[in-house]
Structure formats: C-alpha cells, structure tokens
C-alpha cells in the first residue's frame, strides 16, 4: 500500500520541489497550501507521476485550518506517514523597524504552524505505529543574518521544536527532524532580493548574487536539491536518525 505525505506550502518553490520528489518516490502527496490555484495545479503535476494527490486549501498559522488540512487528508488516505511542515515567509527589515505585530505575524506562520502540524499528526502517527515529521529552519536558523532577524529567531525555533518533538515521540516510533537550505532560487529570494537591493541601493539582482558568491558549489540552490534531503528523511534509509536539522546550502563559509 502507498504510503501518504503532507506538503505544506506545497504549491511552488521548495515545497513544490518536495511533494513533485515525494510522489516519485510513490508516496500519495497532500498538497497543502493557502493559495488554491498553485496547490490545485501541483497535485495535477504529481496524478501525472502516477500517484494519488489531494490539494487541500489551508492557512497553517491556524490551529482549526491546520487540524482541517490533516482531517481532510486521513479521510481520504488511511495512513499518513509524513508531514513535511515547509510553509513559510520571509521579512526584511531592520530589528528597529520591524514592528510588534510584524514579528508576532512571522511566529504564527513559520513557528506556530510547526507546532499545530506536530500536535495534528502524533495521534494519527502514534495510532498507526509511527511516523516522520520533516520541519523547514533554514542557514538562518543556524547563523542570525542582518535584515532577517525575526525570520532568522523563527528558524531557531523551529530546530528547537524539531529537538524537543524528537525527544518526546521516539518511543511512538516518529521521527522528527529540519532541513536547513541556503539560497534557494524561488519566489521568496525574488521577494528578499528586492527588498535588500532597495535598502543597500544595488540593482536588482546583486544582494542574491552577493550571498550566491560565498556558495562553495558555486551556483544557487535549486528546490530539486532540498528535495533530494527530505526524500531521504522520508525514507527508511533515515530511521536512526532523530532530531537532526540537516544544512543543505552548497557549503555557505558563515554556515
Ligand atoms: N528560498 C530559500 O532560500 C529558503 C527557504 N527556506 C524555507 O523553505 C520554506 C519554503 O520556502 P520557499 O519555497 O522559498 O518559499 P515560497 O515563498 O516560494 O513558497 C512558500 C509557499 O508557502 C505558502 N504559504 C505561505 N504562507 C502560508 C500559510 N500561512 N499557510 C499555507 N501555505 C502558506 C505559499 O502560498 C507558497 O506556496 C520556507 O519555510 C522557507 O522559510 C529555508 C531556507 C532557504
Ligand atoms: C530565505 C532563507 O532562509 C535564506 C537563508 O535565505
């Protein structure tokens, strides 16, 4: 029997990346997202691999929109082996500028949704014998960077959930473990690289080719390449591995 994964934020970019490699590897992918559209169109991408797919309309910094995202897809599959907690947004700013409601909205959807998504699955995992948890941090969870301060203290948190979950569900036979890209080529560095070439006053383009200049591999990273670690994760070739967030970045100096 196929086995069933959750890809939150699944509807482009890394995301995207993840459920297109998941459902090659046969998994029946959930695509679970807040835009209709892209979710709806992914899921159609993966039918075409051969394998089951659901596109679930979901906002993961809500508790009851995350639990729905989870029912709906235990409905339709009876198991469901993976929850890959990759949604999220970035900010730049300064720490000075960014504002109280501004840093509390990045927690709720990278941070919070983390834990919702660990508090819907455990049962489930724990009623059908075990699972995998699969959280995104981020090189700026491992290395604050200047005008991601917020977005960098939510990566943190998120290795800090992942270690603590591990801990807590081992025994329930669940893994639960981070992916820590670097520079992924996707909508969010077009949002992040505009935004810095605004501040430093550089054409667009240059802040992106700045960090992609400190890559050892020497070009940026594609959302095929967090996908290739995260399928691992996935799999049983990863059951001794817990708590873990793996940096996948090309090999990035400050890292
Ligand atoms: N792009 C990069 O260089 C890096 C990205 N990451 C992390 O990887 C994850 C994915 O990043 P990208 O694909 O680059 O981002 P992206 O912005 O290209 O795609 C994010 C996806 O998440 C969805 N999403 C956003 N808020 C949501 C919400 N509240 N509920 C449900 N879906 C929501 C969006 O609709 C979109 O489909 C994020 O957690 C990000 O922080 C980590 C390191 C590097
Ligand atoms: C978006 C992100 O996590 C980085 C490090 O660029």
Redesign the pocket.
Known sequence: MAKTAIV??G?????RGIALQLAKDGFNVVV????EK?AASVAEEIKALGVDSLPVV????DEASFQNLVETAHKQFPTIDVLVN?????LVATIQETTTAEFERIFR??VN?VFFGIKAVTPIMQAQGGGKIIN?S???GHQGIELLGPYSATKFAIRGLTQAAAQELAKDHITVNGYA????L????DLIDKRMSEIHGVPIGASRQKFIDGIALGRGEQPEDVAGLVSFLASSKSDYITGQTIVVDGGIDYV
């Open positions: 939150t934020g509807g482009q970019g890394i995301g679970g997202d807040l835009n892209t979901a906002d993961v910094s990759n949604a999220g947004i970035a959807i990278n949704s995104a981020s090189i700026a890209p670097g520079i992924v996707t909508p969010m560095w």
